[in-house]
Antibody
């Protein structure tokens, strides 16, 4: 059974940092591009970042570029998002996702809430 | 960057109605478009990939069409589980971009 479990969310002050983790199981993690997608309270979905299986390709949304860093540890089947210089507008539920692999099913974590507030 | 404009932002419909949602890309994206459904408090779930291909396990009442810049998602007969928010996503090029969402509510 494929599972994605996020952790690391919480309350942080503006300018602070957090590191999100996504532990995966049930599939060949290193073979898949993985994504972070966020959703601010009451708002729509926003793509945040993607990383290819071998980490050769890494992409960021303009709103987080230079502040967030995506990474993965294929030996640990885990995906990470290091978030620095956090702002109030980064407040959202953050999902890790295995999506956009054609006919293969998509898988999402349960989401982890990041709240940036003083 | 490619922007996705989704319409309407919300709609009211009855059980059994046929519903159509549209997404327009700011530039051509071939058929690199996916549709997702999100129920309140839950993670999204893919319905359609490559603009018109049904994801495995998704009922055939869902259909997608379009290519280039204009795309549609059609639900042929709304059921209670279909009252949710729907999003398109372009994956032709990075940065990926979601549409703003369409909330389908019960009339």
């Amino acid at each position: 059974e494929v599972q994605l479990v996020e952790s690391g969310g919480g309350l942080v002050r503006p300018g602070g940092s957090l590191r999100l983790s996504c532990a995966t199981s049930g599939f060949s993690f290193s073979s898949y591009t993985m994504h972070w997608v966020r959703q601010a309270p009451g708002k729509g979905l926003e793509w945040v970042s993607s990383i290819s299986g071998t980490t050769i390709y890494i992409y960021y949304a303009g709103s987080v570029k230079g502040r967030f860093t995506i990474s993965r540890d294929n030996a640990k089947n885990s995906l990470y998002l290091q978030m620095n210089s956090l702002r109030a507008e980064d407040t959202a539920v953050y999902y890790c996702a295995r999506i956009l692999h054609g006919a293969e099913p998509d898988y999402w974590g349960q989401g982890t809430l990041v709240t940036v507030s003083s | 960057d490619i922007q996705m404009t989704q319409s309407p932002s919300s709609l009211s419909a009855s059980i059994g109605d046929r519903v159509t949602i549209t997404c327009r890309a700011s530039q051509g994206i071939s058929n690199y478009l996916a549709w997702f459904r999100q129920k309140p408090g839950k993670a999204p779930k893919s319905l359609i990939y490559a603009a018109s291909s049904l994801q495995s396990g998704v009922p055939s009442k869902f259909s997608g069409s379009g290519s280039g810049t204009d795309f549609t998602l059609t639900i042929s007969s709304l059921q209670p589980e279909d009252f949710a928010t729907y999003y398109c996503l372009q994956y032709h090029s990075y940065p990926l971009a979601f549409g703003g969402g369409t909330k389908v509510e019960i009339k």
